[in-house]
T-cell receptor, first 118, second 113 residues
Framework: AQKITQTQPGMFVQEKEAVTLDCTYD???????LFWYKQPSSGEMIFLIY??????QNATEGRYSLNFQKARKSANLVISASQLGDSAMYFC???????????????FGKGTRLSVIA | GAVVSQHPSRVICKSGTSVKIECRSL??????MFWYRQFPKQSLMLMAT?????????EQGVEKDKFLINHASLTLSTLTVTSAHPEDSSFYIC?????????FGSGTRLTVV
């Protein structure tokens, strides 16, 4: 079963506008972590934002904010004031906890390709 | 912040040869290193988890004899693609746990011709 679902293969946004990238997750754990990464064409994985399952407030990092709705198991990324440089693949990921401490890899969604239009 | 240096960034090799990819943690000790593979326009798929001083744990469907992982020290993990074939052409990227989360290498684009 897919743990992380990103239903938007591609998104377009006008420069300076805000955009929301969807992410839903599936876990039976009470304690987990949710991450968003940006992957430009160079391939590097750039960490954007993190939300812990027990965090009561939505995470924010500059122009990035995470709309965390625990009951709905969703962790949508909001990018405000989009810039041309934001064009990239965006991956939602979850830290699974069924493995021993220290051996908890990230599980990734299929990603959303964001294109910012001038 | 934590840095994982991954080399080479690009490699082209002939079919049947072996390729070694290195990931070094530069300013922290990486007890555990995760190796991912990413085919074009697809997501990152976990291949294996390597732990310093012990055998790697491979995900289902990943051939351990083909993708040799060595984690001999707390700062170095290597992935060797043995007898590479064109279908092994992919983007390989490593990731280590650090104090604040996960640090990724810059990735290796492997092309087997």
């Amino acid at each position: 079963a897919q743990k992380i679902t990103q239903t938007q293969p591609g998104m377009f946004v006008q420069e300076k506008e805000a955009v929301t990238l969807d992410c839903t997750y599936d876990t039976s754990d009470q304690s987990y972590g949710l991450f968003w990464y940006k992957q430009p064409s160079s391939g590097e994985m750039i960490f954007l934002i993190y939300q812990g399952s027990y965090d009561e407030q939505n995470a924010t990092e500059g122009r990035y904010s995470l709309n965390f709705q625990k009951a709905r198991k969703s962790a949508n990324l909001v990018i405000s004031a989009s810039q041309l440089g934001d064009s990239a693949m965006y991956f939602c990921a979850m830290r699974e906890l069924f493995r021993p401490p220290g051996n908890t890899p990230l599980v990734f969604g299929k990603g959303t390709r964001l294109s910012v239009i001038a | 912040g934590a840095v994982v240096s991954q080399h080479p960034s690009r490699v082209i090799c002939k079919s049947g040869t072996s390729v070694k990819i290195e990931c070094r943690s530069l300013d922290f000790q990486a007890t555990t290193m995760f190796w991912y593979r990413q085919f074009p326009k697809q997501s990152l798929m976990l291949m294996a988890t390597s732990n310093e001083g012990s055998k790697a744990t491979y995900e289902q469907g990943v051939e351990k004899d083909k993708f040799l992982i060595n984690h001999a020290s707390l700062t170095l993990s290597t992935l060797t693609v043995t007898s590479a074939h064109p279908e092994d052409s992919s983007f390989y990227i490593c990731s280590a746990r650090d104090l604040h989360g996960y640090t990724f290498g810059s990735g290796t684009r492997l092309t087997v011709v």
